[in-house]
């Protein structure tokens, strides 16, 4: 018997990261996830408790080709991807994911790596092109302190 063995590659998600303390310290503990001190470097900016939450969120994200097919796999759950209420139509689409019950990471749709974000108004739904994400901002707002 001759197997003929065929490597399938799948476009998947692409998450990119603002330049900014919170971005670059999730980024590179996304990156390097065992290493110490990016692990050090985000228990100072975040906390010590969202660590694994964190990176399995991430891990589950790139293994997905676009937010809809994460969405059918976790849109039942608190991780889901979901719109940001309150965009006004103008204003870039904000899409927001929880690591946990507590954290939130908030980030633009874009049609390409290069592109813009996508205006709100010409929003209907398209989870399906969600493929390129750009992280813009991670709240560090624990809700079960308040």
């Not at 799948?10 to 670059?24: E, F, G, P, R, S």
């Not at 939450?53 to 991430?58: D, E, F, G, T, V």
């Not at 049609?111 to 209907?124: C, G, S």
Request: charge should be positive; hydrophobic fraction near 35%; aromatic fraction near 14%.
């Amino acid at each position: 018997m001759n197997f003929n063995m065929v490597k399938i590659e799948l476009d998947l998600m692409v998450i990119t990261y603002n330049d900014k303390k919170a971005c670059d310290c999730y980024k590179d503990l996304m990156k390097n996830p065992t290493d110490r001190a990016c692990i050090r470097n985000f228990s100072k900016t975040f906390t010590q408790n969202i660590i694994k939450s964190a990176i399995q969120l991430h891990e589950r994200l790139t293994a997905f080709e676009t937010a809809l097919d994460y969405n059918k796999v976790y849109g039942q759950t608190d991780n889901r991807i979901e719109l940001l209420s309150g965009t006004g139509k103008k204003e870039n689409l904000v899409l927001k994911v929880r690591i946990n019950r507590d954290y939130r990471k908030f980030f633009y749709f874009l049609y390409n790596e290069d592109k813009e974000p996508l205006i709100t108004e010409l929003w209907t739904g398209q989870f399906n092109e969600v493929k390129f994400i750009h992280v813009f901002e991670i709240n560090k707002h624990d809700y079960q302190n308040i």
